[in-house]
């Protein structure tokens, strides 16, 4: 099991790309495959949870050619034969890692198939609730069973069905289960709509009409005509401002230094993390270069003594994966930091609130946990310690984070788990950790099959 020792650092001059967005990759995996010709794919993201909704794709008969691929890990430039809606039996158990999206998303997409399917996923996976994609797939006629040893939880079974539309109304905010449900709709006869509580990520709404596929908004609701066949195209994946954050955080709070980031993906529904760093005192600028289908752009930042701010309510579903790397910031920051409304975070890869919580009082922090978020009196030196990741990928980066602004090192345990959203995490770190006795290089290697 592989772990990071970082230490703290005194200076951050750097620019690079993150890879490939994750949300992203897993739509242009499943779209292209449901599409009625080659799709080619640019930057897509070679980690483990994309990769595996990428073999699922093949399980049901959409092929793929790799034409470059990221040293050690998968695919990043590919061709996806699409199978114009017409999907085949996997001939075994599709699984899923560790991806909730990619779980999610594909239930949406077998649940109206002829044919039987089963997905599973490892040990987080397997615990995380799945009633909120099996509840509206029900009511439109899916009959999914849920076999796992907690209650309403994966593998699950997906008998084969035929889908009625229906009008559903999102209990909790999330982008998975709207893209589940109109991937569901796309396999169905008349109009589905859904309904979201707060507006979530719209990459899949995005993305479908790039493939030529039409939905229909209203406020906070989207509607899609079954039926409709995906015209192929090509795709090329910004960065994912998620795995950007981390990089964005140690440079906020580090007065004089300078980070650009570049190609990142800057989808409005994404970039609240920039607004919270300005809000605390990041010196920011965002410029967007391809603003058609999803905006991507540079980023550049500088830092500065960071103060304590307030995470709102309608922010949280904007930027509820970088909240766990906000809370080392928040450390970092005089004053107070309040996140509420977060409830979400218990059911991501670990609880966030808990594993969050517990991390940074490991490294000196002073928070006080509530059921629905944390309150960060910033400011306390941080000093090293032993920290587990508890196996979630954005833990595991949030805390190398907050361990270049440690005093003494700090050992973050159980670190292969970065590889589901950021393969070339480690690289990256090591580069900003040796940047000030040599020129560091923050390029990931790769081969070309082309
Ligand atoms: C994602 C949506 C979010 C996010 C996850 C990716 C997606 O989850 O936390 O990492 O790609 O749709 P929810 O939609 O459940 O909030």
Known sequence: MSEFRVTPISTLHAEFSVPGDKSMSHRAAILGGLSNGICTIRNFLPSEDCVNTLNAMSALGARHEVLE???GYGPIHLRIH???MKLSAPAAPIDCGNSGTGMRLLAGLLAGQPFASELFGDASLSSRPMGRITIPLGQMGANIETLGEKPGCAPLLIHPAKLTPITYEMPVASAQVKSAVLLAG???????TIIQPAETRDHTERMLASFQVKTRHEGNSISIDGGQIPASCDFTVPGDISSAAFWLVAAAALPGSRLLLKDVGLNPTRTAILKVLSRMGAHMSEIVHHSEGEPIGNIEIQGAPLKGTTILESEVP?????????AVA?????GRTIIRNARELRVKETDRITTVVDNLRAMGAVVEEFEDGMEIEGGHPLHGAVIDSFGDHRI????????????????????????TSYPGFAHHLDAILHERSQAADFTLPTISHA
Do not use: Y
């Open 69 to 71: 691929e990221l040293t």
């Open 82 to 84: 699409g199978k114009s």
């Open 186 to 192: 796309m396999f169905s006869d008349g109009t589905t």
């Open 318 to 326: 904007n930027l509820i994966d970088e909240i766990p790397v906000i």
């Open 330 to 334: 928040a450390a970092l920051a005089q």
């Open 396 to 419: 595991a980066m949030a805390f190398a984070i907050a361990g270049l602004f440690a005093e003494g090192e700090t050992i973050i345990r159980n670190t292969d788990c970065v590889n």
